[in-house]
């Protein structure tokens, strides 16, 4: 981890750092902070500016790019591309399975779904879906509320994460490539020029998303906690007390990073997961179950049954604000999580096939967060329909950061389970900065697996003082605009990283075209080779 004395950790953090990426991200960085600190009115108002402007225009790019990128992430896993390994031939993974999901699944959602979990449903409840087009707080109303929250936190929701991590853990493990996101033009620049001028602008461009898309979750998640606080014990913090309590949270993910992934990251994201599940069940025993099982089922059924309406789905004709407020956010918040999600799955995925990282990363992660929103939207919806708690009017109060504490309140236990719930929200901040800033540390320093204690507690300090700020000045709709337009570029992005992997992977399994297997892939694997990017054609066991 460097040398033991100030003087060697600052050389050492010197010596490592990609002086452009870093210097560019940094600047970003705290303009941002001081704007929104000088001028938070107008700097709010510029990013809800500029936020309406791309929902407008380029909203249906958001949504085409996810299509493909869930079609692509399907067929690797039942196509054979799906065979091919992160690594050598006979690496084995890196990680225990269950180490490996948990750090997975920790980075990639953990903290956006304690806070939309009690929440997202409850809205669509009231004001339905256009395409679900049921009576407000209707038992239809309900099954659409429910079907519509798997359908934004579903396969959607993970399957970018995975394929941008497909190519930088390919040509890292198996080229020697360095270890950013800049790594998915390989096949296009060729390895020797991954510190060209269009390799930096990806790099500059991934800080760039990073910062916005974590700031939004940390922002999300830090006014649930206070919230939590408030709602608990009847004290308001006010923004003095939301800076200081940002930065307590900053502090204890920022050591935690710091110690690495083994002893940090890792053990924080078992934990972590052991909380997340106790919370779930207790709350499905301790709930209503039989309602939450048919709801569930029924949305379930119903999310299969219209994923690809609701995929295309723009209202057109009457306007796209309710898709542009809750599905095209969404999709460019997981754009702009794609960055350093994508390059955290990479760094712990070594030894792994790509079916193996697409099975966790979409499938398996899927699989428990459906759950996890069909007992909360379910017993909100259930709570509100039978007047045990006023959810919308809690929500009305203290804004949707406040909508978990009145559904666990109602239920038996509700103290435990509301301490159990805010003890959650802590740990999914904690693990969810971990890797955002092990990647930002990555990202600024050509590829380090290890950047320096320096260097994370740089990025950590800023993305705490961003998060605070935005939650300060903008709240919720400050942070959704900040992630819609930090996650365009990475919609492009994201498809360069499909092709980035379809080259080797055809390659090695040809699937398309394959007529002209013998010359065709010969003159493919001769121009890469020349060009430093991927050549072998072999095969790889499962």
């Known amino acids: 981890m460097g040398d033991s004395n100030p003087d060697g950790r600052f050389a050492r953090f010197a010596n490592e750092l990609d002086v452009p990426v870093f210097?560019?991200?940094?600047?970003?960085?705290?303009?941002?902070?001081?704007?929104?600190?000088?001028?938070?009115?107008?700097?709010?108002?510029?990013?809800?500016?500029?936020?309406?402007?791309?929902?407008?225009k380029v909203g249906w790019m958001y949504l085409l790019a996810m299509f493909f990128v869930v079609a692509f992430a399907l067929f690797l896993v039942?196509?054979?591309?799906?065979?091919?390994?992160?690594?050598?031939p006979d690496e084995e993974p890196q990680y225990s399975f269950l180490s490996y999901f948990a750090m997975l699944y920790s980075a990639g959602i953990g903290a956006g779904i304690v806070f939309w979990g009690p929440a997202e449903a409850i809205f669509h409840y009231d004001t339905v879906p256009p395409l679900v087009g049921a009576e407000s707080q209707t038992a239809d109303a309900a099954v659409g509320a429910v079907q519509y929250t798997f359908f934004h936190w579903g396969l959607s929701a993970w399957a970018a994460y995975a394929i941008m991590s497909l190519p930088i853990a390919f040509y890292t493990y198996r080229h020697d490539a360095p270890m950013r996101v800049s790594t998915v033009l390989t096949p296009f620049l060729g390895i020797d020029n991954l510190d060209s001028v269009w390799a930096k602008l990806v790099d500059i461009l991934a800080v760039f998303a990073t910062l916005g898309g974590i700031s939004t979750t940390l922002g999300f998640v830090g006014s649930q906690f206070l919230t939590g606080i408030?709602?608990?014990?009847?004290?308001?913090?006010?923004?003095?007390?939301?800076?200081?309590?940002?930065v307590g949270l900053t502090i204890a993910f920022t050591l935690s990073v710091?110690?690495?992934?083994?002893?940090?990251?890792?053990?924080?994201?078992?934990?972590?997961?052991?909380?997340?599940?106790?919370?779930?069940?207790?709350?499905?025993?301790?709930?209503?179950s039989a309602y939450i099982m048919s709801v569930t089922t029924e949305a379930l059924g119903q999310y299969i049954n219209q994923f690809v309406a609701m995929s295309f789905f723009m209202n057109a004709g009457n306007g796209s604000s309710w898709v542009g407020n809750w599905t095209i956010f969404y999709w460019a918040w997981w754009f702009s999580w794609t960055p350093f999600v994508g390059l955290f799955i990479a760094r712990v995925s070594r030894g792994r096939t790509i079916r193996q990282v697409?099975?966790?990363?979409?499938?398996?992660?899927?699989?428990?967060?459906?759950?996890?929103?069909?007992?909360?939207?379910?017993?909100?919806?259930?709570?509100?329909?039978?007047?045990?708690?006023?959810?919308?009017?809690?929500?009305?109060?203290y804004g949707v950061a406040g909508s978990g504490y009145p559904l666990?309140?109602?239920?038996?236990?509700?103290?435990v389970l509301n301490l159990l719930f805010l003890l959650l929200i802590t740990t999914f901040f904690v693990t969810s900065a971990d890797s955002s800033t092990l990647a930002l540390g990555m990202l600024t320093t050509g590829g380090e697996l290890e950047p320096s204690t320096i260097n994370r507690v740089i990025w950590g300090a800023l993305v705490g003082a961003l998060a605070s700020l935005l939650m300060v000045v903008g709240g919720v709709d400050a942070l959704q605009a900040a992630s819609i337009i930090t996650g365009g570029p990475f919609a492009v992005i994201t498809i360069l990283a499909v092709l980035a992997i379809s080259y080797p992977c055809h390659d090695i399994y040809p699937v398309f075209f394959d007529t002209d297997r013998s010359d065709s892939v010969s003159d493919q694997s001769t121009r890469l080779d020349a060009s430093g990017g991927t050549a072998a054609r072999e095969s790889d066991d499962d």
């Not at 004290?235 to 309590?245: H, M, N, P, Q, R």
């Open 23 to 56: 210097l560019v991200g940094f600047l970003t960085a705290l303009v941002a902070v001081v704007a929104f600190a000088l001028m938070p009115d107008a700097a709010a108002s510029a990013v809800k500016r500029v936020n309406s402007l791309v929902e407008e």
């Open 78 to 88: 039942f196509g054979p591309w799906g065979n091919v390994k992160l690594g050598k």
């Open 230 to 246: 408030e709602y608990t014990t009847g004290v308001s913090v006010g923004d003095a007390g939301t800076i200081l309590a940002i």
């Open 258 to 288: 710091t110690v690495g992934i083994e002893k940090g990251v890792r053990r924080v994201s078992r934990f972590n997961m052991g909380l997340f599940v106790v919370v779930m069940l207790l709350t499905f025993v301790l709930g209503p």
């Open 358 to 397: 697409v099975v966790t990363g979409v499938l398996a992660s899927t699989a428990v967060t459906i759950p996890w929103f069909g007992i909360m939207g379910s017993i909100a919806i259930s709570e509100q329909s039978t007047n045990a708690a006023d959810i919308l009017e809690v929500i009305s109060e």
């Open 408 to 415: 666990f309140e109602a239920l038996p236990a509700g103290d």
